[in-house]
């Protein structure tokens, strides 16, 4: 069974910086894609960032030049760098990875519980 845990949000003013981090855990795995999406309140969940196997990334338009995220492929872990936040930052902050799992013989989409990040004006 794989697991993600998520840490790091919280509350900080405009301007300021927080970085997240999501931690896979379990055995027998092997990472595709992991990523951060958010929803805030009255919206649908967006992608906020990515980074697959091969180190590409993708971030959502709205955070590029503010945001990177990483990993440490050794401790099966992604970080999100956030700067410059801005109030439309608030949302709830979800880790999602696409896993290939050996004893399952195919990929699973798992997601974290959430952090929250709000950023006050």
Known sequence: QVQ???S???L???G??????????GSGFSINVM??????P??????????????????ADSVKGRF???????????YLQMNSLKPEDTAVYYCNANIYV??????????GQGTQVTVSS
Request: proline content about 2%; glycine content about 12%.
């Open 4 to 6: 993600l845990v998520e």
């Open 8 to 10: 790091g949000g919280g």
């Open 12 to 14: 900080v003013q405009a």
């Open 16 to 25: 300021g910086s927080l970085r997240l981090s999501c931690a896979a855990s």
């Open 35 to 40: 990523g951060w999406y958010r929803q805030a």
């Open 42 to 59: 009255g919206k649908q969940r967006e992608l906020v960032a990515r980074i697959i196997r091969a180190g590409s990334t993708d971030y």
């Open 68 to 78: 990177t995220i990483s990993r440490d492929s050794a401790k099966n872990t992604v």
């Open 102 to 111: 050996a004893s399952l013989g195919h990929p699973n989409n798992y997601w």
